[in-house]
């Protein structure tokens, strides 16, 4: 049962193949003493069954093989045989392969140099089915000549938590293989027929310029013929959103606060107060803990407490006058506060503005 | 994209370079007197293409001596063994024809009983092919001349009884023996017809010596090669190279080699590993 439906599958070439080969079996055994050829024809005969039912790859591989060995006949007889060998088993890759063969082909081509070595004739089926490949080669290239590459850019201005998306067709007459590239790495591929049209987009990390290089690599199906396009360099300005950059620094300032102890402020009248003036400041948001509570030296109206509560710290700092000891502590302490009329300068590891 | 691991590329590398040194070696030309692949002018390229090689020869103990002729070239004297296997192939009807130095002469004339000296080169200045050393002889029994490669004369001193020393092949009467080597005559040399070849009978045995470095070799091979057809009538020619079994690399040509080119084995083995290095390679490529 699994002999018969292996039957049914081969393919005509593969029959052919196999018939010559058999074909050059007999004659060689006819025209050469067997005794010198007993083992390459046992080879030959084994390598049969795998032209037959093997892939194609291994199916032109036995062929080929299969070839260079009848082509020791060394005569003009057995050198056709095996060109047609050879050409055919070639044929049967490439008409039955959906893949690449390209590999397949330039390795067994390879791989066998060692039987041109030792007999020379073998490079005449070697040029003929380089001859063919470099034919079909050719009408691949042609083929793939023909193709065009678009890419639209959506916008050129984006929000840097917004993708940069842009816009590729591809077009290209029969089937093809294609892959986009950004700076040199795959991010799509495929193998398409006729055209291909694909919205991608990137996430970009830096504020400013930014330029993204899309390359295109175009492919046939059997890896006869590849095609490149690019880079092509799309450029983007990202731009931060208010919002965000107020986050941003409020992060920041976040960060640095787990560095600062508790500051300690002090108020200092500079020459008092005019009736009706305020004192203090805002705090700003994120370092804003202290709200001052400006007082007039005469007694006169209160300054608004205007303090903005920060994470960790709720409630306004107590304001106490420097007595005796604390005066003297504040010489030698080298992290003091300072109070102005409307500014506030922490002087410790940074100083930061309010 | 699948990318392979460099260490598998240069395992099918080392794969097909070793495979290429083997097939290079097995073809390209190789120096080595009376060898039977070597084709320069003291090789045996030539007569090798129709003989049959005797790598040992003690496989002359399995041919039909009585129709074979057995060629014996050598630069170095014959071991024990190696006469009393000759010996036994003459005896059974073989006829052997023997040339090369005179040491490996030496060996063989004695082993038959025949006691010998040297005398010196002989340079002929009148008949030979452009080259001194290619001397023009003529064959008595053979009734044909020949051309052999830097012949010397030997004086026969004496013989074992039964043995039969007959001179078949002399050089021209204008030939002298270069006893002061300096390939140039000088007073005191003698000049005089040589004899160049002899046959040796011992009862059955029969052996034919040139006292010549080369007479089948390739120099001086296609002016030989009617005499070599009367001489072997229907004989099969056997080519002695059996003294190569101490150099292992030209022993291993010789193996791989037949008279009519690459041996069938060794092409079929080294199809075979092809096979399975591309097979290998075709299931690792599925496999990633």
């Given at each position: 049962?699994?002999?018969?439906?292996?039957?049914?599958?081969?393919?005509?070439?593969?029959?052919?193949?196999?018939?010559?080969?058999?074909?050059?079996?007999?004659?060689?055994?006819?025209?050469?003493?067997?005794?010198?050829?007993?083992?390459?024809?046992?080879?030959?005969?084994?390598?049969?069954?795998?032209?037959?039912?093997?892939?194609?790859?291994?199916?032109?591989?036995?062929?080929?093989?299969?070839?260079?060995?009848?082509?020791?006949?060394?005569?003009?007889?057995?050198?056709?045989?095996?060109?047609?060998?050879?050409?055919?088993?070639?044929?049967?890759?490439?008409?039955?392969?959906?893949?690449?063969?390209?590999?397949?082909?330039?390795?067994?081509?390879?791989?066998?140099?060692?039987?041109?070595?030792?007999?020379?004739?073998?490079?005449?089926?070697?040029?003929?089915?380089?001859?063919?490949?470099?034919?079909?080669?050719?009408?691949?290239?042609?083929?793939?000549?023909?193709?065009?590459?678009?890419?639209?850019?959506?916008?050129?201005?984006?929000?840097?938590?917004?993708?940069?998306?842009?816009?590729?067709?591809?077009?290209?007459?029969?089937?093809?293989?294609?892959?986009?590239?950004?700076?040199?790495?795959?991010?799509?591929?495929?193998?398409?027929?006729?055209?291909?049209?694909?919205?991608?987009?990137?996430?970009?990390?830096?504020?400013?310029?930014?330029?993204?290089?899309?390359?295109?690599?175009?492919?046939?199906?059997?890896?006869?013929?590849?095609?490149?396009?690019?880079?092509?360099?799309?450029?983007y300005i990202v731009l931060l959103r208010t919002s965000t950059m107020v986050k941003r620094a409020e992060k920041i300032l976040e960060k640095y606060m787990s560095y600062i102890s508790t500051p300690k402020v002090h108020k200092v009248v500079i020459g008092g107060l005019l009736q009706g003036e305020t004192g203090g400041s805002r705090g700003v948001k994120g370092i804003g803990q202290v709200g001052l509570i400006g007082k007039g030296a005469l007694g006169g109206e209160e300054s608004g407490p205007k303090s903005t509560t920060s994470e960790g710290l709720h409630k306004p700092l107590p304001v106490t006058e420097p007595t005796g000891p604390e005066r003297s502590w504040r010489k030698k302490r080298k992290d003091f506060f300072m109070v102005s009329n409307c500014t506030l300068h922490i002087k410790g590891d940074r100083d930061v503005p309010? | 994209?699948?990318?392979?691991?460099?260490?598998?590329?240069?395992?099918?590398?080392?794969?097909?370079?070793?495979?290429?040194?083997?097939?290079?070696?097995?073809?390209?030309?190789?120096?080595?007197?009376?060898?039977?692949?070597?084709?320069?002018?003291?090789?045996?390229?030539?007569?090798?293409?129709?003989?049959?090689?005797?790598?040992?020869?003690?496989?002359?103990?399995?041919?039909?001596?009585?129709?074979?002729?057995?060629?014996?070239?050598?630069?170095?004297?014959?071991?024990?063994?190696?006469?009393?296997?000759?010996?036994?192939?003459?005896?059974?009807?073989?006829?052997?024809?023997?040339?090369?130095?005179?040491?490996?002469?030496?060996?063989?004339?004695?082993?038959?009983?025949?006691?010998?000296?040297?005398?010196?080169?002989?340079?002929?200045?009148?008949?030979?092919?452009?080259?001194?050393?290619?001397?023009?002889?003529?064959?008595?029994?053979?009734?044909?001349?020949?051309?052999?490669?830097?012949?010397?004369?030997?004086?026969?001193?004496?013989?074992?009884?039964?043995?039969?020393?007959?001179?078949?092949?002399?050089?021209?009467?204008?030939?002298?023996?270069?006893?002061?080597?300096?390939?140039?005559?000088?007073?005191?040399?003698?000049?005089?017809?040589?004899?160049?070849?002899?046959?040796?009978?011992?009862?059955?045995?029969?052996?034919?010596?040139?006292?010549?470095?080369?007479?089948?070799?390739?120099?001086?091979?296609?002016?030989?090669?009617?005499?070599?057809?009367?001489?072997?009538?229907?004989?099969?020619?056997?080519?002695?190279?059996?003294?190569?079994?101490?150099?292992?690399?030209?022993?291993?040509?010789?193996?791989?080699?037949?008279?009519?080119?690459?041996?069938?084995?060794?092409?079929?083995?080294?199809?075979?590993?092809?096979?399975?290095?591309?097979?290998?390679?075709?299931?690792?490529?599925?496999?990633?």
């Amino acid at each position: 049962m699994y002999i018969e439906l292996h039957l049914r599958n081969i393919k005509l070439s593969r029959l052919i193949t196999s018939g010559i080969i058999t074909l050059a079996i007999v004659l060689y055994v006819f025209n050469t003493s067997i005794q010198d050829a007993i083992y390459v024809l046992l080879l030959i005969f084994v390598f049969i069954p795998l032209t037959l039912f093997g892939d194609q790859h291994v199916a032109f591989a036995t062929s080929f093989i299969s070839s260079c060995l009848i082509s020791y006949g060394r005569n003009y007889l057995f050198l056709s045989l095996s060109s047609a060998i050879s050409l055919l088993g070639f044929l049967t890759l490439y008409r039955e392969s959906s893949d690449n063969i390209a590999n397949s082909f330039y390795t067994v081509i390879l791989l066998c140099t060692p039987l041109y070595i030792l007999n020379p004739l073998t490079l005449v089926q070697v040029s003929i089915i380089l001859l063919v490949y470099l034919l079909l080669a050719i009408r691949e290239n042609l083929r793939l000549g023909k193709s065009t590459v678009e890419v639209y850019q959506d916008k050129s201005t984006i929000y840097l938590d917004e993708q940069a998306k842009y816009f590729v067709l591809i077009k290209c007459p029969g089937a093809f293989k294609y892959k986009i590239l950004e700076s040199g790495k795959v991010v799509e591929e495929g193998s398409t027929v006729n055209e291909i049209k694909a919205e991608l987009s990137r996430d970009f990390e830096y504020v400013g310029l930014n330029e993204l290089h899309v390359g295109f690599f175009l492919e046939d199906l059997k890896g006869l013929a590849k095609l490149s396009y690019g880079p092509y360099t799309l450029k983007y300005i990202v731009l931060l959103r208010t919002s965000t950059m107020v986050k941003r620094a409020e992060k920041i300032l976040e960060k640095y606060m787990s560095y600062i102890s508790t500051p300690k402020v002090h108020k200092v009248v500079i020459g008092g107060l005019l009736q009706g003036e305020t004192g203090g400041s805002r705090g700003v948001k994120g370092i804003g803990q202290v709200g001052l509570i400006g007082k007039g030296a005469l007694g006169g109206e209160e300054s608004g407490p205007k303090s903005t509560t920060s994470e960790g710290l709720h409630k306004p700092l107590p304001v106490t006058e420097p007595t005796g000891p604390e005066r003297s502590w504040r010489k030698k302490r080298k992290d003091f506060f300072m109070v102005s009329n409307c500014t506030l300068h922490i002087k410790g590891d940074r100083d930061v503005p309010l | 994209m699948l990318r392979k691991k460099p260490r598998i590329i240069l395992l099918y590398a080392i794969v097909l370079g070793v495979l290429i040194g083997l097939a290079s070696f097995t073809i390209l030309p190789t120096r080595r007197d009376y060898y039977a692949l070597d084709p320069g002018e003291h090789g045996q390229s030539e007569i090798a293409k129709s003989t049959t090689w005797i790598l040992s020869l003690q496989e002359l103990g399995r041919s039909n001596p009585i129709n074979s002729l057995l060629i014996i070239a050598r630069d170095s004297p014959l071991k024990e063994s190696e006469l009393s296997e000759l010996q036994s192939f003459a005896e059974n009807g073989g006829l052997i024809l023997i040339y090369g130095s005179w040491s490996a002469l030496k060996s063989i004339l004695e082993y038959f009983g025949v006691t010998a000296e040297y005398r010196g080169r002989i340079i002929d200045p009148v008949f030979n092919m452009n080259n001194p050393d290619d001397v023009i002889v003529y064959l008595n029994t053979y009734n044909t001349s020949i051309v052999i490669y830097s012949p010397y004369a030997i004086t026969v001193i004496e013989t074992r009884k039964g043995v039969q020393v007959e001179p078949i092949a002399y050089s021209s009467p204008y030939s002298y023996t270069d006893e002061i080597p300096n390939n140039a005559y000088d007073v005191g040399e003698e000049i005089n017809r040589f004899p160049v070849a002899y046959r040796i009978s011992i009862g059955s045995v029969e052996l034919i010596i040139f006292t010549a470095l080369g007479v089948f070799t390739n120099n001086v091979f296609n002016y030989n090669r009617g005499f070599l057809q009367v001489l072997c009538e229907s004989r099969e020619i056997l080519l002695d190279q059996s003294f190569l079994r101490q150099d292992y690399l030209l022993y291993f040509k010789l193996i791989v080699n037949t008279p009519r080119g690459v041996s069938s084995i060794y092409i079929s083995i080294i199809a075979l590993v092809l096979m399975v290095v591309i097979y290998v390679y075709r299931a690792t490529l599925k496999k990633h």
